[in-house]
């Protein structure tokens, strides 16, 4: 039997909070051997990320753990922090989801990597700086010697990232605990660092814990899982038995959660919806000291793009480049230069209030389900505020059954419609999000990102329901998003941005089979690097 | 699996009653705050105090009691009877009459007059013209007029503060006082509060040029001096009631300019509101709808830790002596009167400073507790 | 740094010249002038002193000779204290007022971060009760109250302390119009610097330190370094309430400095008297100002890029 560096046992997490304790963590046990991979598996709120904080004596100030944590066989739980700091940074380490605020904005990378050197190994000042070069040039940042007198701000997303990971690798730790270190970054970011994290593993021979919501992520490094819901452990074992033989539902949902199967084609001879050519979206930025300089960001470059009835186009690229402008753009909400037509209406020469009376035709859902419900209003009166701009005769009885059946429609219950928005999950608050626009029965919905911020089983059931209403409507979709598993899912075209300008682009097929160009290679490689193509197949059996 | 209660969130699993709007759920949060529930009741009391006060006070705020200058507070009534036959003799003497008799029953008072020549009974308006006596009449004609005696009543007062140096009462003062600086603070935010909000909405509205010049503008305001600029205006113009607060607001909307300026730059980048853009909803239906609900919240916060500092505004003018003149007189101007005789009589700037600060303690309670249940991030 | 030290600078001049601008004009149009005595001076004279004064030329013409004047360091003459230059009198006011204002603004900032710091550490604890009671009675009470109560209970009572005046401008002169001057905006920094050490040892950066096992003292020194920018970008309205409040001070200590004089020379519509201490005070602010956006600079890297 391996050595077991860290053993959890009986682990409870409570939060004293306005309205009475919760339990965030209800007694789990996990086990973590030197040298493997284990991941911690579930969605929001089970309770996975809690764990490790309480692990690591980082619960937020109303948390209370109870239990028995042992690092090689010393009790470490409730520890005060001074006798924790024997352990924590040295023998266990954590990077966070956080890359963009987990550095000090106000230290340079090379002070902040040395810190923890001179504290622990007591090293000089010239030594942990040698020693934060070798680091830097570990987790391969280019050009060490220089980067050292960066600050964060003037670092990406991704080498931020690989700095907490090298100041996490800085004291040779036993265990390095990942509470989800890639969410926040762009797929082909992710892939990279995730390759970063299996190389250094092999060779440095840590543990490490993975915190994750990605089963994907989860097939491809992990030795062991535990599956977490509501703060228990639901199920553990080796993941490749795990994933071919669930044996609790909860494990069996997640894992069929993956985003499936593919939309049916539209009838060939369906009409046009928008037809949009050479659009452009500049933006200006003055610098210099009398601003003079004049600083041109071209977000959107002579993007072509045509819809058709009950057709679905796929937006698919990486933060930045321009796919979420272009949904603006094509709306006439962001001024922009080009040719748009709505069926047979130029709309670029309209005004705002000439656009006004078309909007109810072309429709927005937005990716962040939390910002773009106003929170003063019900969700009743947020469904059913376009009525009052384009069927400004309707009743209040009129509306409030129009809100009604509309609530029906996205499958909400309607008597929730006189609630708040913060009285709803985020995948219900998607849902009203997209009633609000279907109640106008528009012809074309702009999808920005609709799944990205919902846990994979929510997204799954939205994927559903915007398939379903596509096919009962006939609506044309443009659906922008950065995750190719939703795309494929959903799209009959698909066109690849980057840097504001398109590419590639094709049918779905023709792309995922066959890619061109580098850059989609790469996408599509970070998306599916866990082989989810492979255990799609052997997840396809019932209920799809 | 199709269906909406894969959801696991734990807002999903335990059903909320329908309704809880954001402000209700504030108004709870403020209620449980003890500190603002307190300084709310505190404020009701002293705007109590201020506004009916006076109606119900037997002391006109600006009536002068000769004799009684600089009394410390007492439960006791004035005058005290040791000092009654005193008082009587003066008033005598002042007449050039001799007092033969001098006696006090209970709430009357019985006088005997006595002169060589016969007494015009007009004399009695000397004694009537002390605050200790009233009504004196003439009951008895003797020595051919050479002999009077007067009767009347005692005239038995209340000072429960004191009097000021003037001889006034103390607490009518302080609740006339009270009237003008609340009503300063309310004027003066009022004002600022217009021009804040309306300068604010519009530049964070209109962004880009339009907000960085008005920005800019701003921006060099703030870095002037202003206190200096309004005691300038108040000395120049004179003390006028209206320009202290004119003037005051005037000074004070920078920084709510700069609060709904920002909130509103804020609220437009908002989803929500770009989803109202995109369901067609005009200009004038975002305002309605989703700036102005969303800017309510940091304004009344702001509003109600503005009301104290614009009083202490006032009263740091009138301890100048640049804010309203006599009689007329705000907490200001008593405290300061107390400052200057703060030796012989503490308890004229004690009285005036307990209400003043009471008051403004009340006011920051309420605005912290108001910030606390609005924005519970902090919680 | 240099791009952005050369554009705070040069947003600095044209404050101070909008200042020197209204200040003039203001003081201009409002009725009554220096000359305006009880008893009214003869036609004659009042023309002959308001040719020596200049106040005779059209106002443009008086606005541009003052403002050419100003740029080489003249204030011209006092219009009521005969025989003296402003220039002068500010020289003699000037030590009083910065010493004062300067040993304040010391105080507030070092008594206020110290008692900030020492409350968020102990976050409801009864000792943050107590430090942020006494420091919600330093922001409600204003300094014209505590004032006269410092000079009751130390000056009078206990008789420790002189109850006004500079004295030879010693320690025991110094302390009482300083702390008075000081009180409300130390318990405003207090405040600030409490909330804003709070929410940086809540911040991602600081869990990331903790994570790495580094000792108490060195997050508390990160957690400070970022709490403390809110401090600073405060430090401008700091200073320019200290330069008001001095004016409440100076008064009731008799202290002979700017202030005073500012409000002298406002009862006596001594126009450069009022110009030169309005130039002087707003002068000071605006170059503090300028000290506190650079500081800021020095501290936060994000902000140079602006």
Redesign the interface.
């Known amino acids: 039997m391996a050595d077991t560096v860290l053993s959890i046992r009986g682990l409870s997490v409570r939060f004293e909070t306005e309205s009475g304790a919760v339990e965030a963590v209800k007694g789990i046990d996990l086990d973590v051997d030197a040298g493997e991979t284990v991941a911690i598996v579930g969605e929001s709120g089970s309770g996975k990320s809690q764990t490790m904080m309480a692990v690591m004596g980082l619960l937020a100030r109303n948390g209370r753990a109870d239990g028995s944590v042992r690092y090689r066989g010393e009790e470490i739980l409730g520890l005060p922090a001074r006798a924790l700091n024997r352990y924590r940074g040295r023998k266990i380490t954590m990077i966070f989801q956080e890359p963009m605020t987990s550095l000090d904005p106000l230290y340079r990378i090379g002070e902040q990597i040395a810190e923890p050197l001179m504290r622990h190994a007591g090293l000089s000042r010239t030594a942990a700086r040698r020693r934060a070069v070798e680091l830097l040039d570990l987790v391969h940042i280019p050009d060490p010697e220089r980067r050292l007198a960066a600050y964060p701000h003037e670092l990406s997303g991704g080498q931020r990232q690989r700095v907490m990971i090298a100041m996490a690798l800085a004291n040779d730790p036993d265990i390095l605990i990942a509470d989800e270190p890639t969410t926040a970054l762009d797929v082909t970011v992710q892939a990279r660092i995730l390759e970063l994290l299996s190389e250094l593993k092999t060779r440095l021979g840590m543990a490490i814990v993975f915190i994750t919501h990605d089963l994907g992520i989860v097939r491809r490094f992990a030795d062991r899982t535990y599956v977490m819901k509501s703060g228990e452990v639901v199920e553990s074992g080796a993941t490749g038995t795990l994933f071919e033989r669930p044996r609790h539902d909860y494990t069996r949902m997640l894992i069929e959660a993956e985003p499936s199967g593919r939309k049916s084609p539209p009838p060939p001879d369906s009409p046009t919806v928008l037809t949009a050519e050479d659009v452009r979206v500049v933006f200006t930025r003055h610098e210099g000291l009398f601003g003079r300089r004049r600083h041109d960001l071209r977000a959107v470059d002579g993007v072509d793009l045509t819809v058709r009835r009950g057709e679905t186009v796929g937006v698919v690229g990486e933060s930045g480049s321009g796919k979420s402008t272009l949904g603006r753009a094509l709306l006439r909400l962001m001024p922009a230069a080009g040719l748009v037509r709505y069926e047979d209406r130029a709309l670029m020469p309209l005004d705002r209030a000439a656009m006004r009376p078309l909007r109810r035709h072309m429709q927005l859902v937005f990716q962040d389900p939390f910002g773009s419900l106003s929170p003063r209003l019900t969700a009743g009166e947020i469904v059913t505020e376009g009525l009052l701009v384009h069927e400004p005769g309707l009743t209040r009885a009129e509306r409030d059954r129009r809100a009604a059946s509309a609530f029906e429609e996205v499958w909400l219950d309607p008597a929730t419609r006189h609630r708040f928005p913060h009285e709803f999950s985020g995948g219900q608050r998607q849902r009203i999000a997209i009633a609000r626009a279907m109640i106008l029965k528009p012809a074309l919905v702009v999808l920005d990102e609709p799944t990205s911020a919902l846990d994979r089983s929510v997204q799954k059931s939205i994927v559903e329901l915007l398939r379903h209403l596509q096919e009962k409507h006939g609506l044309a979709y443009i659906f922008i998003s950065h995750d190719l598993a939703v795309v494929r899912a959903l799209s009959d075209e698909i066109m690849v941005m980057k840097s504001g300008k398109v590419v590639e682009r094709g049918p779905i097929e023709a792309i995922f089979d066959n890619p061109r160009e580098a850059y989609t290679r790469e996408l599509i490689a970070a998306a599916f690097l866990d082989g989810r193509g492979v255990h799609m197949e052997a997840a396809a059996g019932p209920g799809l | 699996m199709t269906d909406g209660t894969l959801a696991t969130d734990a807002a999903a699993a335990k059903p909320a009653p329908a309704g809880h709007s954001l402000l209700a759920l504030a108004m709870r949060r403020l209620l449980r705050n003890r500190a603002a529930v307190a300084g709310s009741i505190v404020l009701a009391l002293i705007t109590l105090f201020c506004v009916a006060g006076p109606w119900l006070s037997p002391h006109p705020y600006d009536r002068v009691y000769r004799s009684y200058v600089a009394m410390p507070p007492s439960l006791e009534l004035y005058p005290k009877e040791s000092a009654l036959a005193g008082a009587m003799g003066e008033a005598l003497e002042r007449a050039r009459l001799a007092m033969a008799d001098f006696s006090v029953d209970g709430d009357s008072f019985r006088v005997t007059l006595r002169s060589d020549r016969p007494i015009d009974p007009r004399n009695t308006r000397y004694i009537e013209r002390l605050d200790e006596f009233a009504d004196p009449r003439v009951v008895e004609t003797l020595d051919e007029g050479r002999t009077l005696v007067v009767a009347g009543r005692v005239n038995r007062q209340l000072f429960l503060m004191g009097t000021d140096r003037s001889g006034r009462d103390l607490m009518t003062r302080i609740m006339v006082g009270g009237r003008i600086s609340l009503l300063v603070g309310l004027l003066a935010t009022f004002v600022s509060l217009v021009i804040g909000v309306a300068y604010g909405a519009i530049a964070g509205f209109a962004g880009g040029r339009v907000d960085n010049l008005m920005m800019r503008f701003v921006d060099v305001l703030y870095s002037l001096p202003f206190v200096f600029f309004v005691i300038l205006l108040v000395v120049y113009f004179g003390r006028d009631f209206v320009l202290i607060f004119v003037a005051i607001g005037a000074v004070e909307w920078l920084d709510m300019a700069r609060i709904v300026r920002g909130q509103t730059l804020a609220l437009k980048r908002r989803e929500f509101v770009q989803a109202a853009e995109a369901l067609g909803v005009g200009t004038g239906g975002i305002l309605r709808r989703h700036i102005v609900p969303n800017l309510l919240g940091p304004v009344v916060v702001f509003v109600t830790l503005m009301v104290p500092k614009i009083i202490l505004l006032e009263s740091f003018l009138s301890f100048l002596g640049l804010g309203v003149q006599a009689p007329l007189t705000s907490w200001g101007v008593l405290i300061s009167e107390g400052a200057a005789n703060i030796q012989s009589a503490p308890y004229l700037i004690i009285f005036p400073s307990i209400f003043f600060v009471a008051t403004l303690f009340a006011l920051n309670f309420i605005g912290d507790g108001l910030r606390d249940a609005l924005d519970p991030r902090d919680r | 740094m240099l791009?952005y030290t050369?554009?705070r600078l040069l947003?600095a001049a044209?404050?101070l010249f909008?200042?020197v601008t209204?200040?003039f004009f203001?003081?201009r149009f409002?009725?009554?002038g220096p000359f305006d005595l009880e008893q009214p001076l003869a036609p004659q004279v009042l023309d002959n002193l308001r040719r020596a004064y200049s106040l005779d030329q059209p106002l443009h013409v008086q606005y541009l000779d003052y403002l050419g004047k100003l740029v080489r360091g003249d204030f011209g003459p006092s219009y009521v204290a005969i025989d003296f230059t402003v220039g002068e009198m500010l020289r003699r006011a000037l030590p009083y007022s910065v010493t004062l204002g300067l040993s304040a603004l010391a105080l507030a900032i070092f008594g206020g971060v110290a008692a900030g710091v020492f409350a968020a550490l102990r976050?409801n604890s009864a000792a943050d009760y107590s430090v942020m009671t006494v420091a919600?009675v330093g922001?409600?009470?204003?300094n014209?109250?505590v004032?006269?109560?410092l000079?009751?209970v130390f000056g009078?009572m206990l008789g420790l302390l002189p109850i006004g005046g500079w004295g030879d401008g010693g320690l025991a002169h110094r302390l009482m119009p300083t702390v008075a001057l000081a009180l409300p905006q130390m318990a405003v920094i207090a405040r600030l610097t409490r909330?804003s050490m709070?929410e940086a040892l809540r911040?991602?950066?600081?869990?990331?330190?903790?994570?790495?096992?580094?000792?108490?003292h060195?997050i508390i020194r990160?957690a400070l370094?970022?709490a403390l920018l809110p401090v600073i970008s405060y430090l401008?309205p700091a200073a320019?309430a200290l330069?008001?409040g001095s004016?409440?001070i100076e008064?009731?200590f008799a202290i002979p400095g700017i202030g005073a004089y500012?409000?002298e020379g406002?009862?006596n519509?001594d126009y450069t008297l009022?110009m030169g201490t309005?130039v002087t005070?707003?002068g000071f602010?605006?170059v503090f100002?300028l000290l506190v956006d650079l500081a800021y600079a020095a501290?936060?890297?994000?902000v140079r890029y602006d």
């Open positions: 791009t050369l554009r947003s044209p404050t909008v200042i209204v200040a203001l003081v409002a009725p009554g976050q919600t922001v409600t009470v204003p014209f109250v004032a006269p109560v000079q009751l009078l909330s709070i911040a991602d950066h600081i869990r990331t330190l903790r994570a790495s096992g580094l000792p108490g060195v990160h370094k970022g401008g320019a330069v008001t004016v409440v008064k009731i500012f409000v406002a009862l519509r009022v309005v005070l707003a602010v605006v100002n501290l936060d890297p994000r």
